[in-house]
């Protein structure tokens, strides 16, 4: 190419950009007109699990409009275009078999208070509402099926408490369904992902009409679910597997039942799921909405930034502000109008109007009375309610550390005469 040419199209080039800034028709002005059109749904943000670290949910000490030290506030959901914030409601695994249950209701309530203190926010629990609501919406997701504590009734008491998602597990097995994770040793399993009762799990969210969420399964349970789902499931913060290979992504083959069960994909924007191992840019984080594209069509892929739940993000994506520079990526690849508006948000309601057409379908069913077996959930905090032994001097109840006082006194008498006894036989006595 003469050095004329090259200039030449360097000055169409200007000429064109300069024309589009101008007329506001340039891929940012399209991006932030269509995200103003069809405000974003992100569908995972740990916000509530910074409130706890950094404050003890005290929000009196904070102003949510600008927070220090995490990538989501006010302010910076308002830049960013988004909608609908689905707010995690997680617990740490180590809470597993101790007070996850407690500790989830305190996140539920901190979530609550967020979106009922600031006029900015208002919490939602339906489709109709998300399409209704004016304001950023908050949506409650909790995250790990740890939460309930292989309970059923928990389950529902936490849908009536506005929970409307939840994701079978985090990093931690539970007795009834399998993490992509191996760092915690609880409930270690072969060849049974989905157990009998976790089936019942499965069921009694379609029944209720909360989203199954499938981040963070292992690729057999989220096979299982798949198969006995009998609404569209979600992963709310996942990426392309083909792209980077890290378990917490999602392979083709399950790319293709998703896009089957109508579900979708929300596609996490963490350097260590999107660029495995390095930083990255934007462009990677497109690669992997192309490449889902390529294999489920764009109708299976949504956002769920993870942001304040991952730590490093590539550049130009570092918080909740920075989503117009993806969408404008995205239009740069020649995405569709409508395909960009169904990854923004359409999608997302398409799923959750689909899941209360299930639960609609299913009114007349039971609560499900199915019970975990003890012996597949066996820890020392499960208790099996019955009326207390009675101690028969005092008429009171022994308190457990009584009872645990009382057997290591009954142990040392049991050593001390065993000692003596061994000491008598030596001596020939
Ligand atoms: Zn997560």
Known sequence: MSPRTSCKIGWT???YTFIGLASGSGPIHRALRLMREYPLIDGHNDLALQLRILHNNRLNQIDLHNISNVATDINRLKEGHIGTQVFSAYVMCTAQEKDAVRLTMEQIDVIHRMCSEYPELELVTSAQGLRNCTKIACLISIEGGHSIDSSLAALRMFYRLGVRSMSLTHTCNTPWAESSSRIYEFYLRKNNSLTHFGKEVVSEMNRLGMI???SHTSWDTAENVLEVSTAPVIFSHSSAFEVCQHLRNVPDWLLGMLKENHGIIMVNMHSGFVACG????????ADHFDHIRKVAGAESIGIGGDYDGASIFPNGLEDVSKYPALIQELLQRNWTEAEVAGVLRLNFLRVFEEVEEVRDSLKRMRPNEAEIPLSEANNPCRLILKRPKLNPVTNRAFSPSASGS??????????VFHESSQALMCCGL
């Open 13 to 15: 080039v200007f000429f």
């Open 212 to 214: 199954i969420d499938l």
């Open 278 to 285: 390095n930083k990255g840019n934007i462009s990677i984080v």
């Open 406 to 415: 009382l057997n290591i006194l009954v142990l040392i008498l049991v050593m």
